[in-house]
């Protein structure tokens, strides 16, 4: 069932991406506002308290509506419920036009348009990149919202799927995502700031729900990537970004493509600004002070080899879920 859910809900967002300013996004936002207004009083326990809600809660409702869709009507429509939790949560179209059109502008030369889209895009001053650095920029930002719009989407969903917990995962893990970048904007902006030590609670808990996906989905660009070379600097260079989960992606994808990532990077905030914006934003951490891995230095050839690198790791999911499957039924 999984892997049907999964294939129609990538196949409708390619067909009808879900729009950036959209009442579901909006609805989760609201949220997220009010569970932090009412429950964040400043203590440890009310950040876990209040992350819970945020969390867990919409986590429990999206898996509770499955089953009793499951249990009432039957699995055809339980099948329908994950195709529309997974389009809600899942998808490249909800951030690969920042990456096409900074390409596109690259491919024409006009990098000035192409420093302002990626400004745009994160909120940052690019305004003296030179063009080497902002294909590296773009290759970085695009990996890391990648897997977190589409593979880590896809482990948690596709774990959680076999024990029949499959809505709970994909929502469990795009809400850790989108708390964690959200109540650290909110606190930047000074606009009902979140609290210390929710902002603490929702980031240990974006590092754990993260620590397995990350991992799952650097070892899939090694796959279908160049293989000895993202594992090994997956093994010797993850280390030199200041994020343990994004640094091993990051990694992996500096070998699997033979490029140069890391090193002075975009002084930046660690979650970026537009954040506010929902899902739609990649939420790309910072890699300041980072030392480069090693590789060719980044052209706009990489570019495509990063296209190349996503789709091909999205083929592999897809193969290895049918092929479970499969056998599932077969047996």
Known sequence: MSFFAILFALL????????????????????????????DA?????????????????ALVALGVHWA??????????????????????????????????????????????????????????????????VRHVI?????AAHRHVFGVLAWYSVLAAFGFGPAGAVLYRMTEFVARYWKHRDRTQAQPASQALETAATSAWSVIDWLPARITALAFAVVGSFEEAIDCWRNHAQRFPNDNDGVILAATSGAVNVRLGGEALKSAAFA?????????????????????????????????????????VVLWMVLLALLTLARLLG
């Not at 400043?42 to 919409?58: N, R």
């Not at 970085?140 to 890391?144: D, F, I, K, N, R």
């Open 69 to 134: 869709l499951a249990l009432l009507v039957g699995w055809p429509v339980a099948v329908l419920w994950n195709v529309a939790v997974l389009y809600v949560t899942l998808g490249f179209r909800q951030f690969s036009h920042h990456f096409t059109n900074i390409r596109d502008a690259l491919d024409t030369a006009d990098e000035p348009r192409a420093r302002e889209l990626l400004a745009q895009w994160q909120q940052v001053d690019a305004s003296e990149l030179p063009r080497s650095e902002i």
């Open 42 to 58: 400043g203590k440890p326990h009310h950040g876990w308290v209040a992350w819970t809600l945020a969390v867990v809660l919409p």
């Open 273 to 313: 600004p537009n954040a506010s914006q929902g899902f739609s934003s990649a939420g790309a951490e910072t890699i300041d002070d980072s030392e480069s891995t090693p590789g060719r230095e980044a052209e706009i050839g990489h570019l495509r080899s990063i296209v190349g690198l996503v789709w091909r790791s």
């Open 12 to 39: 409708i967002e390619q067909v009808r991406p879900l729009a950036r300013h959209n009442p579901i996004h909006a609805g989760l936002r609201g949220w997220a506002r009010w569970v932090s207004r009412n429950f």
């Open 140 to 144: 970085e930002y695009s990996v890391l």
